[in-house]
């Protein structure tokens, strides 16, 4: 065979070999190959549960290209995880004979089968499968067994050496780390070290909630049943484990909130152990991961039908990650709130806020009124006794988001100063549908819409011109997000996405009554200057403490969901940015805490496409984008209990070309500065003693 067809045969196989090792992982929730294969080697302690587990994956990777399964379908290992459990189930209680691999081979299709049934209809409600697949298979095979002779069954062979480990331990820590172990069906002390090792190695979130949630279930079922001893020895006790694990760091954003509703799901989970074991005991059918899977999928279901607020709905790597990417979007993108644009151009004035005196009460407390007014304060010139008076008035109104036209009036006419509509409140108006949500603006001019129902719009785009219809004293814009497309529905809290006020910048934030507030785009020159296309590669020099240190290339990337990032030629790292309506940012940051990658993060998480007025802004960042290693974790482990301490706010001012910073951390200040090149992409960028100079 040649080099090349070597080289082919080694891509065909690549999606394969990465699911085995990923299918391994997925057994601790971890997604690292590494990981994985360490499982497996350790698996062959017991070489039945070993060789049941390859067997599994061989004869599920056979059946998915049977079926002709794309193999990137495969490549993360989710759905070979299930068959592999049933392998190791399997290949725990029978010796492996030619009747046991075929009884493998059947027992792991089926689990394929149903695997992708239930993830196409949980999938809908963003609820995971879990290891239920497993849980069902392998009480049917255990249940069939019953009936089959030719089968070496538990009695013939036996799991006694794994259950030695020849050292002395205390009760409690030996069970735990057998408990542990069990997990992949190795019940052995030095199996559940490892696994309890790698968990700290990996999460120091996870690892504390395998150790309370074990201990927590533990002390219940003590109390319950009177015997602490016993209840140490419960062999399915590894189930609070996964509940508590799963709860409170994977599926859910750690946080004192999932830490309760974990504890809380051990509780449940100690009565479905019981009881599904008293009940399969009849049948000589082991309990299984049934309780995690029953506890946990309720809850998620029920939680994500809530638009529970710390749903994990994008999960990390590690649930540190999951925690610093959810306090990112929650503090510097108000991810709890709907965010909108101005819904005008120029500059105005909040003439009614949240919660206001006036009209904005009840149900429909969470809307903004705006007047234009002059350098006296005042809204009109002259008497103020015509319409034409008012400077609001047949003003451009702006799409605040981009959506589709559900309704839409303006046949209305514009009431006389001094005269009101009771009859028809919201006079002229129009409703946008955009990401699941309603956005109502209010008060319309006559004849004056610029789009019509079932129309799809930008943000940005002009849709009508300012009135005074309906229950309107003077010409103002209102603007109202909804719960539904219905005219007067019950108001929703939002934010404006970036306005100015005064000199400063303000991102999702919320003017008061009375302030001046007025919408900007993007300066052509910078916007193409911070624009970057797929492969592109820039060039840098890297200084510290002024002495040149080496270099480093840029290349910009895309994932598969269109987000692009910049990475290294070395190393993993990747930097994800965005830009959009005159704001360049950057919004996560994956891979080596070392990469200089985070550092740019650091020096410039966003800046506002303004020519060449001085502007100012805040933003704020997590202890995951500023340290790395073990402070890192500390601080994120401690930002799941309170997070407010551990987020640093820094202020950057932007002068022309030259955005510097300043963040506050503790009682020292991190100073950072950047300046945006001439020609393209950033000249220099500057964070304490480092500095990242392009190369010419």
């Not at 997925?26 to 994985?36: D, H, K, P, Q």
């Amino acid at each position: 065979m040649s080099f090349s067809d070597a080289k082919s045969t080694a891509k065909r196989l690549k999606p394969y070999l990465s699911s085995v090792a990923l299918s391994y992982a997925e057994i601790l929730f971890v997604e690292n190959r590494a990981v994985g294969i360490l499982l497996l080697i350790v698996t062959f302690i017991n070489p039945n549960v070993a060789l049941g587990a390859l067997l599994a994956i061989l004869f599920t990777l056979l059946f998915a290209i049977l079926i002709r399964v794309e193999p990137e379908y495969l490549e993360n290992g989710f759905f070979i995880y299930n068959p592999l459990l049933v392998g190791m189930s399997i290949g725990f209680l029978f010796k492996l004979t030619l009747m046991s691999v075929f009884l493998i081979g059947v027992a792991s299709v089926l689990t394929f089968l149903i695997t992708v049934v239930l993830h196409t209809l949980l999938s809908v409600y963003l609820v995971p499968i879990l290891s239920l697949p497993f849980a069902i298979v392998s009480s049917i095979v255990y249940l069939a067994a019953l009936n089959y002779s030719n089968l070496f069954v538990e009695s013939l062979y036996s799991h006694s050496f794994l259950l030695s480990s020849g050292l002395m331990l205390p009760v409690w820590m030996e069970t735990f780390l057998k408990s542990l172990g069990t997990i992949l069906f190795l019940p052995n002390i030095w199996v559940g070290a490892l696994i309890f090792l790698l968990l700290a190695w990996h999460s120091r979130i996870m690892m504390l909630l395998a150790v309370g949630g074990f201990f927590f279930g533990s002390f219940l079922h003590a109390q319950l049943g009177g015997s602490f001893l016993h209840a140490l020895q419960n062999p399915y006790a590894f189930n609070y484990i996964l509940v508590a694990v799963a709860l409170g760091s994977i599926f859910l954003v750690p946080g004192i909130r999932s830490y309760f509703i974990a504890l809380l799901g051990v509780g449940i989970s100690v009565l479905l152990v019981d009881a599904t074991s008293i009940f399969w005991t009849l049948y000589k059918i082991p309990v299984f991961t049934l309780p995690f899977n029953l506890t946990v999928i309720s809850f998620l279901f029920v939680l994500r039908l809530l638009r529970f607020r710390e749903f994990a709905y994008v999960i990390k790597k590690s649930p540190e990650n999951t925690l610093g990417y959810y306090l990112m979007n929650l503090f510097r993108f108000k991810s709890s709130e709907v965010g909108i644009f101005l819904p005008f151009s120029g500059r105005w004035h909040v003439y009614q806020a949240f919660d206001d005196v006036w009209t904005h009460r009840g149900k429909w407390r969470y809307a903004y009124d705006f007047v234009i007014q002059d350098d006296r304060g005042e809204t009109f010139k002259n008497e103020g006794l015509e319409l034409e008076d008012y400077y609001a008035y047949r003003k451009p109104v702006l799409s605040p988001v981009s959506g589709f036209v559900v309704e839409a009036m303006d046949s209305l006419p514009d009431n006389p100063i001094g005269e009101v509509d009771n009859l028809h409140n919201w006079g002229n108006y129009i409703i946008l549908s955009s990401g699941g949500v309603y956005v109502e603006i209010s008060h319309l001019a006559q004849y004056s819409l610029k789009v019509k129902k079932g129309d799809y719009i930008e943000a940005g785009q002009i849709v009508a011109l300012c009135g005074n219809s309906g229950y309107s004293p003077q010409p103002h814009i209102h603007v109202q997000v909804q719960e539904s497309p219905y005219l007067g529905s019950k108001t929703l809290p939002f934010n404006f996405v970036a306005y100015l006020g005064g000199s400063r910048i303000h991102f999702h934030d919320r003017p008061k009554k009375g302030e001046s507030v007025a919408s900007f785009s993007a300066d052509k020159s910078l916007d193409t200057r911070l624009s970057f296309v797929l492969d592109q590669k820039c060039e840098f020099d890297l200084y510290e403490e002024g002495e040149k240190r080496g270099g480093m290339t840029i290349t910009v990337g895309m994932d598969r969901f269109s987000g692009k990032f910049y990475f290294e030629d070395e190393g993993g790292s990747r930097l994800f940015f965005a830009k959009s309506y005159g704001v360049f940012y950057f919004y996560d940051f994956v891979g080596n805490d070392s990469s200089y990658l985070k550092k740019i993060f650091v020096a410039a998480p966003r800046i506002a496409l303004i020519g060449n007025e001085t502007v100012e802004w805040e933003d704020m960042l997590t202890p995951r984008i500023l340290f790395g290693g073990m402070k890192k974790s500390v601080l994120m482990f401690l930002s799941s209990f309170w997070s407010r301490p551990f987020l640093y706010t820094g202020v950057w001012r932007k002068e022309g070309d030259t955005i510097r910073g300043e963040i506050a951390v503790g009682r020292e200040k991190i100073k950072t500065s950047v300046t945006i090149d001439r020609i393209h992409g950033f000249g220099s960028i500057e964070v304490e003693n480092l500095t990242i100079r392009r190369r010419r």
